[in-house]
């Protein structure tokens, strides 16, 4: 019954949750305890009403300790848990899209003057100008559809690349597109080796100011063990979709609680994840973030209302997690949607109407440099 209950283990904390000035979070902390008992909370006294607690602590470091001690005449009963603070957060959106290799494809074939001659990447690039939006795109090594690797790609638009690097960044996405869930049992050695390919492949034809770590898997499967690998290559943050997710076009999610697309998470991270959108895993020492919305599974209307409503929850009001996949943008594709492009500018466009900035996850705290500072 000696528990803290708004916050728990790998909590991310900010301006939301508490009062900030001065560079101090001044927290509040609550809980329920055993009726009548003293409750400390980091040595300050918490105010008791029935079975429940209350106290307001000051948080000043990224990761810091909140402890609750209890006595009664049975003893001492305490509860420590980590808390990671948000330091000066602000509204901020993340926007990758996975499974790109067509247009490398096409431009590899068609030799534009301009990567932006390209219909896929100036459509990115009005996005960009029309709204800042900054663009992770997570690559495929090998077409599974037509004949192309990433080693045929030609270099003469680094160049090109490295001046758009501040908005446009590439990363490794898997080895091809199939088979499905390629690192859900992968060998570490697998991942490594595909790690490497990817990362040496990018930096010959893009530039290395033009590489940026991913913040999702293909299919978001990796197995705890290989969070080290990931950690190695700057993975800090893992997206993914945890509870009952979203596999296809047609699907509308299962009847019961599932733990999928998620790396692996268990239910009551899962849970937590879905209400609260972020956590982090002191263990692994990753920062775990649920994906607010896939821009190819709705449409414009759906899209704005999904962000209106992330946007009015407090748990996600200072970071949408938006994303997409390239696929959908190419008439040649068996689930061309026609209308791929107006829904990732839907949501782009009302992310920025709410004023939310777009940062990348990879860099700093998911985008917020103010530790660095």
Known sequence: MNQITNIRNGSIVSCLNGKEENGILQLPVSGIANP???????DIRAKRNGISFSAEIPVTEKFSTVKMQTFNEYGEFTQSLKVVWDKASFPRYNFFIDDNIFFLT???????????????????????DTYGTKFTLNLFYQNSHYPFELKDFPDCYKGEFEANSDWLRLSWHAYAEFPDRPYQNASNEKLESDIRLLTAEICRFAGEKTFIPPVAGHWSMYRPEAFPVLRKHGVK??????INPQTSLSEKGPAEYLCDIGYFRNLNDSLYLGEKQLLYDFSHEMMFVHSLLICNYFKPEEITAIIDGAAANPDYNNLLSLETHEQYSFPYYFNYLPDHFDRIEAAIRRATELGYKPVFYAEGLLGNTAWEC
Do not use: T
Not at 36 to 42: K, M
Not at 107 to 123: G, Q, T, V, W
């Open 106 to 128: 096409d431009i590899a074939k068609e030799r534009p003057k301009s990567l932006f001659d390209h219909f896929y990447l100036a459509f990115l690039k009005r996005m960009h």
């Open 36 to 42: 009548g008992a003293e409750v400390f909370i980091n």
């Open 237 to 242: 943050a893992l997206c993914g979709q945890f």
